[in-house]
């Protein structure tokens, strides 16, 4: 079975400074890795997505993301925090199901 | 091109009563997910749909039922409300095609936030 921890439940940063938010998965096999972004009242948007190739991933909004197989980890990055940013994050695991399963959530305060 | 739709975006509903929730995917896909999002469970997949047919399902109870329609379009339906039902339910959709998440990619409406009282 698949799955995937997100270890920060918050995580607060001041605009302008570098952020990394975690996530570690559990997969048999080479994993389909996604993170996306929720803001207030709205559903989810993908930022960015890995599938194979280059391990570092370029997103939406300034956004990238590591994988990292050794750690089982694929950590989202961004270096320098806009107050826009302030939202909860979502990173997923997908592998032979059509349906990703998803972590518990990191919500990110951006302090001015 | 337009994104997944939900309707309505908010519902409030009294507890023994039933709901129905609207979702129409971004043109071209087929395949139609429903999930329940609380602050407490987080996202919970409840079922996914594809060419009219159920594929996939969650471990919810039988009161939360689905359907496709044969344009795409999904209704998610919730019978004999309880309070504990109040959640945001995103629907999302993808291409679903063969070759697992690599080439179906959902993509998310905004979701129908409803409330039991």
């Known amino acids: 079975a698949q799955s995937v921890t997100q270890p920060d439940i918050h995580i607060t940063v001041s605009e302008g400074a570098s952020l990394e938010l975690r996530c570690n998965y559990s997969?048999?096999?080479?994993?389909?890795l996604f993170w996306y972004v929720q803001s207030p009242g709205q559903g989810l948007q993908l930022l960015l997505k890995?599938?194979?190739?280059?391990?570092l991933v370029q997103g939406i909004k300034g956004f990238e993301a590591e994988f990292k197989r050794s750690q089982s980890s694929f950590n989202l990055r961004k270096p320098s925090v806009h107050w826009s940013d302030a939202a909860e994050y979502f990173c997923a695991v997908g592998g032979g199901s059509y349906i990703p399963t998803f972590g518990r959530g990191t919500s990110l305060i951006v302090h001015p | 091109k337009a994104g997944v739709t939900q309707t309505p975006r908010y519902l409030i509903k009294t507890r023994g009563q039933q709901v129905t929730l609207s979702c129409s995917p971004i043109?071209?896909?087929?395949?139609v997910s429903w999930y329940q999002q609380t602050p407490g469970q987080g996202l919970q997949f409840l079922f996914e749909?594809?060419?009219?047919?159920?594929?996939n399902k969650g471990n919810f109870p039988g009161r939360f039922s689905g359907r496709q329609f044969s344009n795409s379009r999904s209704e998610m339906n919730v019978s004999t409300l309880e309070l504990g039902d109040s959640a945001l339910y995103l629907c999302?959709?993808?291409?679903?095609?063969?070759?697992?998440?690599?080439?179906?990619?959902?993509?998310f409406g905004a979701g129908t936030r409803l409330s039991v009282l």
């Open positions: 997969y048999g096999a080479t994993p389909y």
């Open positions: 999302a959709s993808s291409l679903g095609l063969a070759g697992g998440p690599a080439k179906n990619i959902q993509y």
């Open positions: 749909y594809f060419s009219e047919t159920q594929r």
């Open positions: 043109s071209g896909h087929r395949s």
């Open positions: 890995y599938f194979s190739g280059d391990t």
